[in-house]
RNA sequence: GGCCCCGUAGCUCAGAGGAUAGAGCAACCGCCUCCUAAGCGGUAGGUCAUAGGUUCGACUCCUAUCGGGGCCGCCA
C-alpha cells in the first residue's frame, strides 16, 4: 500500500466527477497531477498540486479551482481538511486512522511491507562488477559491486525480476598475460629461478595457481615453448581468478546468477549474427576515421578501419569494430553480449562500469538502441572513486608493494555490513571518502550507526515484550506527535522504494534509514519526558501491546530497507 | 579540441519542476533517578558557481561561461 498513490487516486477520482458535470473541461490530462509529502510539515500530510497543474489548460484560477478541489476531496474519509495555500497548492490533512493503519500494515506485512507492483512482468539485466579475471577485486571494483547488488535487491523488492551477471573479460590480451604470469610461478613451484617482466602481472596471489598447476600437470610443460601450454594455461589460471573473484564477491555478501564468458563469443559465430544485424540496417562500413582532437597519439597515422554507425544513435564518432589487421576490436564482442542479452528477453538493462569507462556510455548506448530498434532501454551508471583514508591520511598501496587495496582488505578491516552501507550512502556519481576509522566509530555522524542504533534499540525492547510475555497488537496507540512523525515516515516507505527503483538510486535508501532512525531517536526521548508515551508499561500489558507496534512497524522498515543495502540488522551494539 | 560527471551552510553531503532550500559534523545553549545519553531538543550559519532562456513556478530542464575530476583509433 502506498498511500500517496491511494490518495493520488482519489484527487484524480474528484477531477474525474467535476469533469462529468462540466466543472472542467474534457480531455485534460492528468499526468502532471502529484499528491506528495509537503518539505513543510506545518503544510499538512500531504500536498496537491493537482490546481496550478490544471489551471491553465482549464482556464481557471489556480486558487478558484483548489478552493473548489478542496470542497469535493473531503468527502473522502481519510481526507480530514483540504485547504488551499500559496499559489495554489491544496494541503491535505489526513484522519489518524490512516496513520493507524498504515502501522498495521506494516506489522503484518513485516517483509513485505513496501513491495511494489513497479516491476511486475518486467525482466531487467544487471551488469556489474565484470572485473578481468586476472585478479582479486580491488576496491574500485567493490563499490562497483556493491552498488550493483544494492541496484539488484532494490529491483528485486521493487518487484523485477532480476537477472545479476558477471561479463567475463576472458577473450583479450590480458588473460594471455595471465597465462604467461602463471606459467612462471609454475616454473617457481618447480624450483626454477623466474623473473617477472614488464607486462606480466608479479602478485602473490598467483604463487598458488602455479602450484596448483604443478600438482595437476606434474612437469608437463616446464621447458615447452608456449605453442604446448599456453591456451590450456589460460583456460586454468582463468578458472582459478574466477574462483577467487566469486569468493571476493561472496565475502561482501554478492552472488551472481550468471557468468557470461566473452571468450564463449569468439569463433562461435555469436560475433558475426550480432554484426550482421547491425549490417542489415546499414549501419557497418569500412572508412577511416579522423584524427583525435587534441592530443594526438604520437604514432597515430590513419587506418582503414570496419567501422559501427554509432553516430546515428547520438554517439560523437563511429567506432570500429575491427582492427587494421581484420581482428575484432573489444567493442565487437561487447556488441555481440548486449545483443544476446536482448535475444535473451531482458525489457530493461543495466550496465555498471567504473568512472574511467566513461566514454563508452554513449556507444553502448547506441549499439543497444540499434540492435533492439529501440524496444530496449539501456541505462549504464557510473561509479565514481573511492578516496581510502585512515585517520584523515590517504591510504594507497596495501603493504605488499605495488598492489592496491583490495576488496578482502576492506571487508578484513571493518567487515562487510560498514563497507556495503558506507558505499550506499553516496550517489553513485559522487566520488566516495572511505575512512577507515570513521566507518567504525560509534556515533551520529556514522550513518551506519546511527541506523543500527535504532534498530538495537528496538530489538531490546521487543525482547523485554516477549519475557513479558505479550505480543504486539496491531491497534497501534498512537497520540503523541512524535509517535505520529514516525507513522508518516513510515507510510512515505512505499514510495520511496518505487522513487528508488525507477531512478535506479539505491543510496536513497539508505538516506530514508538515516531519517526514519532519527524519527524514531526523537520518539524515544520523548519517552523520557513523559513516561506515559514509553513502549514498555510493566503493570499494563495491554497498553504495551499497542505501544510497541509502532516500533515494531519502525523495525520492519528498517530491516527492509538494510536488506536491500544488503546489511544485516544488528540485534544489540556491545 | 571534443565528450561525460561534479560545483548547494566553514566541512561532508541530501534534495520526482513546487511553498520560507534540508541533514550530519564543527560552534554556542539546554536535557541522564529514566525502555541503551553510543541518544534528544534549541540557536546560529546560504548570491544553490556565474549569466541568459523555457515555465504559473527552476537547486532541479535548456544554452553559454568559469572552476574541479575523468575519458578520447588498432588496451580491455
Do not use: C
Amino acid at each position: 500500500m502506498n498511500i500517496f498513490a491511494e490518495i493520488r487516486t482519489s484527487v484524480l477520482e474528484t477531477l474525474d466527477a467535476l469533469v462529468a458535470e462540466g466543472r472542467l473541461p474534457a480531455g485534460l490530462s492528468w499526468g502532471n497531477v502529484a499528491v506528495e509529502p509537503p518539505r513543510d510539515a506545518a503544510h499538512g500530510d500531504m500536498a496537491t498540486n493537482a490546481a496550478m497543474v490544471l489551471a491553465k489548460p482549464s482556464g481557471r484560477a489556480p486558487r478558484d479551482l483548489a478552493a473548489e478541489l478542496a470542497e469535493r476531496v473531503v468527502t473522502d474519509p481519510r481526507i480530514e481538511s483540504a485547504e488551499v495555500a500559496g499559489p495554489g497548492f491544496l494541503n491535505l490533512r489526513l484522519a489518524p486512522a490512516v496513520w493507524h493503519d498504515v502501522v498495521a500494515e506494516a506489522v503484518d506485512a513485516g517483509g513485505a511491507f513496501g513491495h511494489s507492483g513497479l516491476g511486475a512482468g518486467v525482466k531487467v539485466n544487471v551488469e556489474f562488477v565484470s572485473a578481468n579475471p586476472t585478479g582479486p577485486l580491488h576496491v574500485g571494483h567493490t563499490r562497483g559491486a556493491v552498488f550493483g547488488d544494492a541496484l539488484a535487491r532494490l529491483l528485486d523488492f521493487a518487484g523485477y525480476g532480476v537477472t545479476r551477471e558477471y561479463y567475463i573479460n576472458d577473450g583479450g590480451a590480458q588473460v594471455d598475460v595471465l597465462a604467461r604470469s602463471v606459467y612462471l610461478r609454475y616454473l617457481e613451484a618447480h624450483g626454477e629461478a623466474v623473473e617477472f617482466a614488464d607486462g606480466t602481472y608479479p602478485g602473490d596471489y598467483l604463487k598458488p595457481v602455479g602450484e596448483a598447476l604443478k600438482a595437476k600437470v606434474g612437469d608437463a610443460f616446464v621447458g615447452k615453448g608456449e605453442q604446448f601450454w599456453l591456451e590450456e594455461v589460460r583456460d586454468f589460471a582463468t578458472e582459478a581468478m574466477m574462483d577467487l573473484i566469486r569468493g571476493d564477491l561472496a565475502a561482501i555478501g554478492i552472488g551472481m546468477d550468471v557468468f557470461f564468458s566473452e571468450k564463449s563469443l569468439y569463433g562461435t559465430g555469436r560475433i558475426e549474427t550480432a554484426i550482421s544485424h547491425l549490417e542489415d540496417k546499414g549501419l557497418i562500413y569500412v572508412g577511416t576515421l579522423e584524427p583525435p582532437k587534441g592530443k594526438v597519439p604520437e604514432d597515430w597515422e590513419p587506418r582503414e578501419q570496419t567501422l559501427f554507425k554509432s553516430t546515428d544513435y547520438g554517439d560523437d564518432v563511429d567506432r570500429p569494430i575491427k582492427k587494421s589487421d581484420g581482428s575484432w576490436t573489444y567493442f565487437a564482442p561487447d556488441i555481440a553480449y548486449h545483443y544476446d542479452k536482448i535475444a535473451r528477453g531482458f525489457d530493461e538493462l543495466i550496465d555498471i562500469f567504473g568512472a574511467d569507462h566513461g566514454g563508452y556510455v554513449k556507444r553502448i548506448n547506441a549499439a543497444v538502441a540499434a540492435l533492439s530498434g529501440g524496444r530496449v532501454p539501456v541505462d549504464v551508471k557510473l561509479t565514481q572513486l573511492v578516496r581510502l583514508t585512515k585517520g584523515g591520511e590517504p591510504v594507497k598501496m596495501s603493504k605488499r608493494a605495488g598492489t592496491f587495496i583490495t576488496l578482502r582488505d576492506v571487508v578484513d578491516e571493518v567487515g562487510p555490513d560498514v563497507a556495503r552501507f558506507v558505499m550506499l550512502t553516496r550517489k553513485n556519481d559522487a566520488p566516495l571518502d572511505f575512512d577507515f576509522d570513521k566507518v567504525t566509530e560509534q556515533s551520529k555522524d556514522n550513518p551506519v550507526f546511527y541506523v543500527q542504533y535504532a534498530h538495537a534499540r528496538i530489538r531490546s525492547v521487543m525482547r523485554k515484550a516477549e519475557a513479558m510475555h505479550l505480543d504486539w497488537s496491531d491497534d497501534a496507540l498512537l497520540e503523541d506527535p512524535a509517535e505520529f512523525a514516525v507513522a508518516r515516515k513510515i507510510a512515505e516507505w512505499p514510495r520511496l522504494v518505487e522513487i528508488a527503483a525507477k531512478n535506479h538510486e539505491p543510496h536513497r535508501v539508505a538516506f530514508f534509514l538515516y531519517e526514519l532512525a532519527s524519527e524514531f531517536h526523537a520518539l524515544w526521548n520523548t519517552g523520557n519526558e513523559n513516561p506515559a508515551l514509553r513502549f514498555l508499561h510493566e503493570n499494563d500489558p495491554q497498553a504495551t501491546g499497542r505501544k510497541i507496534a509502532l516500533p515494531r512497524a519502525v523495525e520492519v522498515v528498517i530491516s527492509n530497507g538494510l536488506g536491500i543495502l544488503g546489511v544485516t540488522p544488528a540485534e544489540e551494539m556491545r
